[in-house]
């Protein structure tokens, strides 16, 4: 059975910086990509960053870009997500994501609040 269980979320002071793990069960981990998304209150869920299994490459949406950092540790089935100069708008419900033959499995997300 795929599971995805994420931790990690808080109460974080603006400009700060906080991290998040999701870790992944009943798969290759390092055979697929992953990734985390977000959804603020009243809002669409949005990608935040991805990372692939081949050669660790990552993306980043614009929202995130420069602060945020996507990595994984094959060994652990474990993917990070370290977020500095946190804003207010950053605040969300963070879940992680793959994708295996069509199929979405997600975490069940972990709440990040920034205070301003």
């Known amino acids: 059975e795929v599971q995805l269980q994420a931790s990690g979320g808080g109460l974080v002071q603006a400009g700060g910086s906080h991290s998040l793990s999701c870790t992944f069960s009943g798969f290759t981990f390092d055979e697929y990509g992953i990734g985390w998304f977000r959804q603020a209150p009243g809002k669409v869920r949005e990608g935040v960053a991805c990372i692939s299994s081949s050669d660790g490459s990552t993306f980043y949406w614009d929202s995130v870009k420069g602060r945020f950092t996507i990595s994984r540790d094959n060994a652990k089935n474990t993917m ?37």
Do not use: N
């Not at 963070?94 to 205070?115: A, E, I, M, N, P």
């Open 80 to 116: 990070y997500l370290q977020m500095s100069s946190l804003k207010p708008e950053d605040t969300a419900v963070y879940y992680c994501k793959f994708s295996q033959r069509g199929v979405d499995y997600w975490g069940q997300g972990t709440l990040v609040t920034v205070s301003s």
